[in-house]
């Protein structure tokens, strides 16, 4: 059975830093798009950002442009959002997910997520 | 992008059915074949149950089944069960390699 396990949540102050790991397990790691989606109570569920297979490719939500950095190593099978001058509306839980699609290259639905990682941004 | 539209509860008897309507824009719902719907029950992960608008993933109860009509996706509950009672959230690609979720329904078996 598919395996996703985030790690690296925590409380951070506003402007702080913190970096978000994805063990993923019991799939080809290499052959999927990976995706890190966030929900908060206010905002529901927010896509914040897509890889590519071999990480060459990524995409990010407007809000995180600049700030997060989405990345993955193949040879350890995780994935990892590095989150930079963090804000208070970046509170939410992270979930790892992994993308797939019905037809063409770009993931359009995601099959498997992680069972989440706490961020909470307060002074 | 605002978030899709749903309605924040529905509600049912065992053995009824319940629709949850999902309305997004000609940009998203409307524009592209790409409405997923995932079930998130308490502190649970979300799962997927459906995909490209009516798929049904290997596992997932037929009595789960997914529509559109223009900006309006609609997932179906028929013959709900006590395990049914969950948030539903609905998901559209967007365009621009971004999507869009549903503000979520929660569900109610009474």
């Known amino acids: 059975e598919v395996q996703l396990v985030e790690s690296g949540g925590g409380l951070v102050q506003p402007g702080g830093s913190l970096r978000l790991s994805c063990a993923a397990s019991d799939f080809t790691f290499t052959d999927f798009w990976m995706t890190w989606v966030r929900q908060t109570p206010g905002k529901g569920l927010e896509w914040v950002a897509n890889i590519k297979q071999d990480g060459t490719d990524t995409y990010y939500m407007d809000s995180v442009k600049g700030r997060f950095t989405i990345s993955r190593d193949n040879a350890k099978n995780s994935l990892y959002l590095q989150m930079n001058s963090l804000r208070a509306e970046d509170t939410a839980m992270y979930y790892c997910?992994?993308?797939?699609?019905?037809?063409?290259?770009?993931?359009?639905?995601?099959?498997?997520w992680g069972q989440g990682a706490l961020v909470s941004v307060s002074s | 992008q605002s978030a899709l539209a749903q309605p924040r509860s529905v509600s049912g008897s065992p053995g009824q059915s319940v629709t949850i309507s999902c309305t997004g824009t000609s940009s998203d719902v409307g524009r592209f074949n790409y409405v997923s719907w995932y079930q998130q029950h308490p502190a649970k992960a979300p799962k997927l149950m459906i995909y490209?608008?009516?798929t049904r993933p290997s596992g997932v109860p037929d009595r789960f089944s997914g529509s559109k009509s223009g900006n309006t996706a609609s997932l179906t509950i028929s013959g709900l069960q006590a395990e049914d009672e969950a948030d539903y959230y609905c998901c559209s690609y967007a365009g621009s390699y971004t999507y869009v979720f549903g503000t979520g329904t929660e569900v109610t078996v009474l």
């Open positions: 490209g608008v009516i």
């Open positions: 997910a992994r993308g797939r699609f019905v037809s063409g290259w770009y993931p359009d639905y995601f099959d498997y």
